[in-house]
Nanobody, 128 residues
Framework: QVQLVESGGGLVQAGGSLRLSCAGP????????MGWFRQAPGKEREFVAA????????YYADSVKGRFTISRDNAKNTVYLQMNSLKPEDTAVYYC?????????????????????WGQGTQVTVSS
């Protein structure tokens, strides 16, 4: 069983920054990818960003391109989501997810059903 633990959420004013971390103790990923999703009240969980463990290719939702950056530290088995220029509409519970599978098409990493492991989520609240 892989446990993913998110941290770094909190309350920030619009225009501010936060960095989320996701650690996956007990398992070293050498293939596949890690992703971040978010879910606002009354809305479906949506894709935010993903990064492949091998090669480091990244993928972003259009709504966060240019503001969020996903990165990884293979030695620490940890993935980060640097969030800058935050907006009130970024308010949500942020979840990290992991898959051990590698897809040739990056479009698969945008899909929730392609991830096998999920964290408990961390709340991000952006005030206006």
């Amino acid at each position: 069983q892989v446990q993913l633990v998110e941290s770094g959420g909190g309350l920030v004013q619009a225009g501010g920054s936060l960095r989320l971390s996701c650690a996956g103790p007990g398992r070293t990923f050498s293939s596949g990818a890690m992703g971040w999703f978010r879910q606002a009240p009354g809305k479906e969980r949506e894709f935010v960003a993903a990064i492949k463990w091998s090669g480091g290719s990244t993928y972003y939702a259009d709504s966060v391109k240019g503001r969020f950056t996903i990165s990884r530290d293979n030695a620490k088995n940890t993935v980060y989501l640097q969030m800058n220029s935050l907006k009130p509409e970024d308010t949500a519970v942020y979840y990290c997810a992991a898959t051990g599978r590698t897809y040739y098409s990056g479009s698969y990493y945008y899909r929730r059903d392609k991830y096998d492991y999920w964290g408990q989520g961390t709340q991000v609240t952006v005030s206006s």
